[in-house]
């Protein structure tokens, strides 16, 4: 028996003990903080110079085993550690949103000049027969505007190859919305929602912009127990006349979507987009039997599009939640 390499698996086998250890004290912690990369990644540079040392050696035994041993419960850390990161920014994503200078600075998003989109009101009049609603569809939910936009009509002039529902409501604000989504529309079980609220909340917002982040944090955490899978836009408030309070509320919204990792969708460039460039693309799709969803982007390109040529035009209204 070699004892000097008995006593080298010894040592291994001390210093590798405590490993599974933390790895399973770090995965029940479920955040990073007290972990150190540098320090792992040190370790198992350690580990693998002397697998190299052995292998340069020909010391193929027990002892090589042992090492290729630790250095699996030591990379093991690195994993549980990467995981624990990313519950950490979902942590301080939903705890503590921070509004920075650049947000501000940068609420309007810009969006690619388009033809305009022309359609007559006339053309949906006729509200289609109430049927029974499905889960996993589409949902609008905003305000009194909102309420207006004929989603079934246009949904099939479009060809879209899945369920939407307007499921907006006078006077809905952000302290509201969590409460109106339980009772109204959380037992479809959406699979994507476009939210288009805030007007009812502007005096909320002067007067406690952090009650407002939280309230449609909440909104939104909501969304996700329902479907963790839903995918979720957020609606800027129109600001025609480029109020400060409206400008900021609106890059409030922006930082929640991307804290949030949901679509933030400016309404600044309504009146340019044009919906009509999307049809022959739509039929197409449609007709060849492809089942993509839509963007939730193009979605609402086409529902505000024909929101501010029908009924912005036609009352003193804005498109606001």
């Given at each position: 028996m070699n004892f000097a390499h008995l006593f080298e698996a010894a040592m291994l086998v001390c210093f590798g003990f405590s490993w599974p250890l933390n790895v399973m004290k770090a995965y029940r912690a479920r955040t990073a903080k007290g972990t150190s990369l540098p320090f792992i990644i040190l370790i198992i540079t350690g580990y693998v110079a002397g697998i190299t040392a052995k292998i340069i050696n020909g010391q193929f035994n027990y002892v090589l085993a042992v090492y290729f041993l630790n250095l699996a419960i030591v990379m093991t850390n690195v994993f549980v550690y990467i995981r624990n990161k990313a519950l950490d920014k979902k942590v301080e994503a939903k705890n503590s949103l921070k509004i920075?200078?650049?947000?501000?600075?940068?609420?309007?998003?810009k969006e690619e000049t388009m033809m305009n989109y022309t359609n007559s009101l006339d053309e949906y009049?006729?509200?289609?027969?109430?049927?029974?609603?499905?889960?996993?569809?589409?949902?609008?939910?905003?305000?009194?505007?909102?309420?207006?936009?004929?989603v079934s009509n246009l949904a099939k002039?479009?060809?879209?190859?899945f369920?939407?529902?307007?499921?907006?409501?006078?006077?809905?604000?952000?302290?509201?919305a969590n409460d109106y989504f339980q009772k109204n529309i959380a037992?479809?079980?959406?699979?994507?929602?476009?939210?288009?609220?805030?007007?009812?909340?502007?005096?909320?917002?002067?007067?406690?912009s952090t009650a407002f982040d939280?309230?449609?944090?909440?909104?939104?955490?909501?969304?996700?127990?329902?479907n963790k899978n839903c995918r979720i836009a957020l609606v800027s408030i129109e600001n025609p006349a480029n109020d400060k309070s409206v400008n900021l509320m609106n890059a409030h919204i922006k930082a929640i979507a991307a804290a949030e990792k949901a679509n933030f969708i400016s309404l600044e460039?309504?009146?340019?987009?044009?919906?009509?460039?999307?049809?022959?693309?739509?039929?197409?799709?449609?007709?060849?039997?492809?089942?993509?969803?839509?963007?939730?982007?193009?979605v609402a390109e086409i529902l505000y599009s024909w929101a501010f040529h029908n009924i912005k035009s036609n009352t003193t209204e804005t498109l606001v939640g």
């Open positions: 920075t200078a650049n947000d501000i600075k940068n609420v309007v998003e009049i006729h509200k289609p027969a109430v049927t029974a609603e499905k889960k996993n569809a589409v949902i609008l939910m905003g305000g009194s505007v909102d309420r207006e936009i004929p002039e479009f060809n879209f190859n369920d939407i529902y307007n499921k907006s409501a006078a006077k809905l604000s952000v302290a509201n037992s479809l079980e959406p699979e994507g929602i476009l939210l288009h609220i805030g007007e009812s909340d502007i005096q909320l917002f002067k007067s406690d939280r309230n449609y944090l909440n909104l939104i955490e909501s969304i996700k127990n329902c460039n309504a009146r340019l987009w044009n919906p009509e460039a999307t049809k022959t693309s739509s039929a197409f799709a449609y007709n060849m039997g492809l089942k993509i969803r839509k963007p939730l982007r193009d």
